[in-house]
């Protein structure tokens, strides 16, 4: 590491800090200490530049893709992350960008997490699942209340103290 780099890390370990000082550690966190609070959906039929152009306006890595619900189902539901956007770009193989829609490149029945659960949970549960990004669904209500990234965690992580 040379000398600019070495004056780089310690000026922003010695810098004014982002976000609050009184962050829980890891270990004492839980899911809604660092999730973000709502969900940007799309619809399946939504085509995927619109995908892109919502992610890049609300300057955000996930959103959520939402179907209509079945009789007595939940409403089908899925994510896509910037990453499998950026993917689906330079896949020329399954058809032209402009005509594939959200609801082809949507990844699965997302992993789900309590806004309620300790956030070393969500921690093992990205682990197991291999996935950057959890729905947080409201410990009262069971419903969608938020979205909680593997950035949102690293965020603990580096400034959790309390």
Do not use: K, Y
């Not at 020329?92 to 829609?101: D, H, P, V």
């Not at 921690?123 to 209340?145: K, Y």
């Amino acid at each position: 590491m040379n000398s600019n780099q070495a004056a780089t890390i310690e000026s922003i370990r010695s810098g004014p800090r982002i976000g609050s000082f009184r962050l829980p550690r890891l270990a004492h966190a839980r899911v809604e200490d660092a999730m973000h609070p709502g969900l940007i959906s799309v619809s399946p039929e939504t085509p995927l530049r619109e995908v892109a152009r919502v992610l890049s306006s609300h300057h955000i890595h996930c959103l959520v893709v939402t179907g209509p619900a079945e009789r007595g189902e939940a409403p089908h539901c899925g994510l896509i992350s910037a990453a499998n956007l950026v993917r689906a770009a330079g896949d020329g193989a399954r058809g032209s960008f402009e005509e594939r829609t959200a609801a082809e490149l949507a990844v699965g029945t997302p992993p789900t997490v309590s806004s309620a659960d300790h956030l070393q949970r969500a921690v093992e549960l990205m682990a197991e699942q291999r996935t950057d990004h959890l729905i947080v669904l409201g410990a009262e209500d069971g419903r969608p209340a938020g979205l909680l990234s593997a950035l949102d965690i690293a965020g603990m992580l580096a400034w959790g103290e309390a």
